[in-house]
């Protein structure tokens, strides 16, 4: 992962209700976003076309641009566009690859950009990260913050609650990911920022102690604060450390070998999962099982298609989609036999708790 800018700035605007849509052209109205409205928006196929069309007579002189699939090319494609007149902002609208690609694109026009989520499927609503595919394999790339977030929960309970689901998954590897972050602070002197780090854990204990689900008004706007809480957090340290451990290599390694199993967050809960009971840690182990079966989200392998192999394969070249992150996979250093051990033991566990 490249290190991003590290920025103090935080969103002019965080909107998370129902309703939140309608009011998109007053935040736009905001001088520091659009000086005169000249704005454009882009949007994928389905939820985001619709909400295009519903606030287009408000846009004045907006521009549309549909984009489908989150790859770099789409980015540089919709870049290129944004080159033919002066644009503003641009503002993203659809779940997680149509507003990476609004990120990168806008980034790469020096341009401020809004995010309108239609779905909570991951924290990529409000991360300085757009991950892209190019040549089959998802990278990450460095971009500016959104400059304003828009959640509107009509859209988002309209929605398949699967992807929304999955940003369940993606707010709790942030323990995860925190613990390896303190591990390579211990082993390697890595610097640690504990406002990042507050605003990473802040977000999963809160959604891991939340009693509500999906169909809950009160739980959905937990999660979604907590997806933008995580944006935040990475923006402050500069890097993805405070939300991408162990537990996202495993996802990005999953990717890599056998690809479309899962989704980003499903992975990232499960590959969380079974880092921390690498780790140990039998308390944050049955807190985290508790959640993502509660909220029915994967908890071993099976669940998300693969078998003991396929996983065991996985873990073993995980280290090498993050080269330069240390987390308890490089720090233990398994042999495919130990993974293989630790995740027979961890298939017991995960039994003897759920039985």
Known sequence: MPLLARSVLTPLHIDVRHGAVADLATILADGRISAGGDVAVVVGPGQGERIAELIRPTLGSADVFTVTGGTLQAADDLEGKLRTRSYDAVVGIGGGKTIDVAKYAATRRGLPMVSVATSLANDGIASPVASLVTDGLKGSYGVHIPIAVVVDLDFVESGPERHNRAGIGDVVSNISALADWELARVVRGEPFDGLAASLSRAGAEAVINHPGDMGDDAFVTVLAEALISSGLAMAIEGTSRPCSGGCH?????????????????????LGALFCTWLRGDAHRFAQMVSCLARHNLPVTPAEVGLTDDQFVDAVIFAPRTRPDRYTILEHLALSPSDVRARLADYAGAIHDHLD
Do not use: Y
Request: proline share 5%; hydrophobic share 50%; net charge negative.
């Open 249 to 269: 290599e495993i996802m990005h390694a999953v990717d890599a070998l056998f690809p479309d199993t899962a989704s980003h967050g499903e992975l990232a809960g």
